[in-house]
């Protein structure tokens, strides 16, 4: 057969990147780095780890917000759970 070229991605918005291994977590790197090829990336990541918390939700904690550089790009921190993050991003 004969390659055909596939046109590229156009996206409506920037991507949200979060995860539930916290922000020290290396494969957040390499996702942030592969994610920019398709456009402006935004990083809120639990300040933690939160494996298997990604659908809770923290309901009478004061949560604090942080920011780090990670492959360098200003990333933004979350003491809450991944859902915690995602809300944070959406509604800040």
């Keep these: 057969g ?6 590229p991605i156009t996206l409506p918005g920037p991507i949200l990147l979060t995860n539930d291994d916290g922000v020290d977590s290396p494969l957040l790197e390499h996702a942030l780095i592969y994610l920019r090829k398709y456009g402006e ?3 809120v990541a639990p300040a933690t780890e939160q494996s298997w918390k990604s659908k809770c939700m923290t309901r009478r904690q004061r949560m604090a917000a942080g920011e780090v550089e990670i492959a360098g790009q200003t990333c933004h ?9 995602v809300n ?5």
Excluded: K
Aim: hydrophobic share 40%; aromatic share 8%; proline share 4%.
């Design 41 to 43: 990336v935004i990083v």
């Design 88 to 92: 944070y991003a959406v509604h800040n």
């Design 77 to 85: 921190t979350f003491s809450g759970t991944p859902s915690d993050c």
């Design 2 to 7: 004969t390659a055909t070229a596939t046109a």
